[in-house]
Structures are given as C-alpha cells and as structure tokens.
C-alpha cells in the first residue's frame, strides 16, 4: 500500500516517462502538480505522485454530487482527490474520478487558509475544499471601537457552500489601509473602546454566521503585554458563550526574554491559556526587505515549535505554513533591495525561462535556484514545493499539533493542496 512518492526530475525526464516509471496516468500527474503539458520539465522540481485505489469514468448526467452519493463519499473528499474539477460540480462525460487512494493518511488535523476579498472565483472554489477554516481578510478598528469591514460575502457564502467554516480576521488595520500598534495600544488602554470593539466584533460573528475570530494584532508594545491577554481572554468568553471559537496569532518566538518589536508584546503562556487556539506565524526568515534565505526554513520553525510547546498545550497550537517565494537581485544590498514575491508555478517558470536547476537545502527542507537576467544581473529564489510541505506536516505530526493555517490562498499551487491532502486527513 502506497501512501505518495515525492520524486526529483532529472535531466532528460518527462511526464510521460514518469508516469510508465511509477504505472500512474500522465494526465493526473500534470493536474496534480500544475503542470504545463507542453512546457518541459525542470531538472531538480519536485513531483508529486498518488496511487488510486477506486477510481470512475464519468457517464453521461453524472456530477460531482452524484458521483459522491454513488461511493458513498462527500463532495469534499472529490474535490480533494481531484483538484483539476476546481470546485466544479459538473462532469465531462469521460473524466477518470479517484474515489479514493491506496493508501489514507493517519494524521488527522485541521488546515485553514487566508484570502483577500478579491481572490478570483475559479481559484477560491479550487482551494476551498481543502481548507478546514477560511478566513477573509481583513477586519480592523477605528479608534472608537466601530470596524473596518472587507467585501467578505462572497468568501463566507463560498466557504459554507464548500463546507468550510468561515472565521472573522481581525486586525490592526485603519482606514487607510495601514496597520497600527499604536491603534491597538490606545484601544487597550480605553476599556470602553475595548467593550465596543468586542461589542462589534461578537455582532459581526452572529450577523455573518462565522465560526469564531481569528485576532492578529502585531508589533504590540512592551506595555501592552498583559493588556492583549486580557483582551483575549474577554474575546474568547463571548465566542465560547456563542460555541464558536478564538484564535490568536503570535510571531515565532524561541524564548520567554527574546527582544525586538515584533516579540515583546506578546506572551505565549498567557495568549495560550486566554485562546482556544494559538496560530504560530512560522514564515518569513526569507522576506522581502532581507537576505536572500529560505522562507520557513524548517530547523527554525521546528525550534519556534519547541518553544510554543513549552508554552502551550500542543493540541492549540497551529502551524503557520508559507505559500509563496521570494526573488532576490544579488548581490542583497540592506535597506536597497526589494525582492518580489511569487508562487510556486511562477518560480518554475521562470527557472524553466533560464535554463535553471533547482536545488534543495537539507538543512532548511526547501527548494531554491540561482539564474541570470537578460541585464547580466544575478537572481536567487527561494520558494515552496511538495518537499518543503512535506517537512511542514511532519512538524504537526511529531509534536502533536492541531494543524496549519496558509498564508496565503492568493497564488496557485496545486502541488501543495495535494501534498497537504496526501499526507493529512483534514478536518
């Protein structure tokens, strides 16, 4: 019984020489791993390759929803083993349908993700079955304690169609779309503001039927400590009191003194207790103001991990997992260089573009490559890919965490949701 293989092309590899290799369809291998069936393959990606069990031939006035009922499956096990249907209900007379794999996954562990209100429909109804929660963002305050409100309808009512259970993202951000801790410290301080915004934000649950809240209120200050504890603590009362749920994101600390103003004004230990749930934001060593490194480098995720744990219960804990590259101009030059962001698909691309290999760090459990532009100036990226994923679930695996939460569902990565799917049972 085969679970999944991960597999590195090498040169002079196709998909169709993989595929006869692993006696697996061509055409699945490419919609699992996003491939471009008339682009080559990039020597040192990574490939992902399932074994079905049961599969179906789709016959004329077959859907999804017949099809489920026919095996006795959901709708969102479908969607999941066969991401090309993209969330689609209808079926081609003739597409191959895997019911099921040979071999299910024993980790069971909930996924969530994040989207801006503007994420297209085809790509919100492709990843949507894959994700436990959903959360659209952005909620955040004015000083008086009313809300900023994003253009959220269409994602809760997607996420509800699809089975998903929307959680309201609430932020420190204005009206001008900036984000403001001295927002956040001025509303602690004012136990009235503080009173309305839950107010508003338990009003907003009810009305739009979400979950729960997911809070995320960065660069506290010192001061502020134990005054976001309490407001946790406050939130989670009124959620729970409703059955629904709070979760907090914390950045990813290693120890109860670490300095900066990203970590000072938050304490793991009490945000553990106030919270039913702690969202650990383990991302961004790689970003994309500093030096060319890995974006979640799994060692340094790993330590954050074992600190948390120390902290609070793992079962509340929740992984942050990072869907999206950076590319660096070399050589970095500190407060100059400004690496843009990209997808999984799109650094491929552009490795395939130059004639680039990639390579993969042990250490950090992710994949990168160097190329030169058509100016002569030299490039490094470092992204994602089913590897790297893979290490990520090993994480919630070995330390018994709850799940991951995306950041986030903007760009498309087929290969990940399968890999996720492959080696989790999600929620």
Partial sequence: MRLLEIITVNSGDTVFSIATRYGVSAAKLIDDNGLDENAALVT??????????????????????????RFGVSTRTLFRNNIFLEGRNYLEVGSNLVISYEQTPTLRAFLGGYAYDFISQELLDTVVPYMTYLMPFTYGFRSDGSLVTPDDDRLVA????????PLMHLSTLTDYGNFSNTLSHEMLMNNTVRQTLIENVKSTVIQKNYYGVDIDFEFLFAEDRQRYVEFITLVSAEMNGLGKICVV??????????????????????????????????????????????????????????????????????????????????????GESD???????????????????????????????????????????WFEDARSYAAKVGLIRNYGLAGGFIWDLMRENPQGYVTLNALMDIE
């Fill in 249 to 334: 994101a914390v950045p990813p600390k290693t120890s109860d003194t670490q300095t900066g103003l990203l970590y000072e004004g938050v304490d793991y230990a009490g945000l553990g207790e106030a919270a039913d749930y702690v969202f650990v934001m383990t991302y961004e060593w790689g970003y994309r103001f500093g030096p060319p490194l890995a974006i979640a480098p799994i060692q340094s995720a790993e330590r954050v991990v074992q600190y948390s744990i120390s902290r609070i219960p793992p079962e509340k804990i929740i992984l942050g997992i990072s869907n999206y590259g950076y590319d660096w101009t070399l050589p970095f030059v500190r």
């Fill in 158 to 165: 997607t996420a509800v169609r699809a089975g998903a259970r």
């Fill in 44 to 69: 040192g990606q990574s490939i992902v390759i399932l074994f079905p069990d049961e599969t179906y031939t789709a016959r004329p006035g077959d859907s999804v929803a017949t099809a489920a009922m």
């Fill in 339 to 381: 690496a843009p962001s990209l997808s999984t698909a799109q650094a491929l691309e552009l490795a395939g573009i130059y004639g680039a290999e990639i390579l993969f760090d042990e250490l950090a459990q992710a994949p990168y490559f160097y190329y030169t532009d058509p100016s002569g100036r030299a490039h490094v990226v």
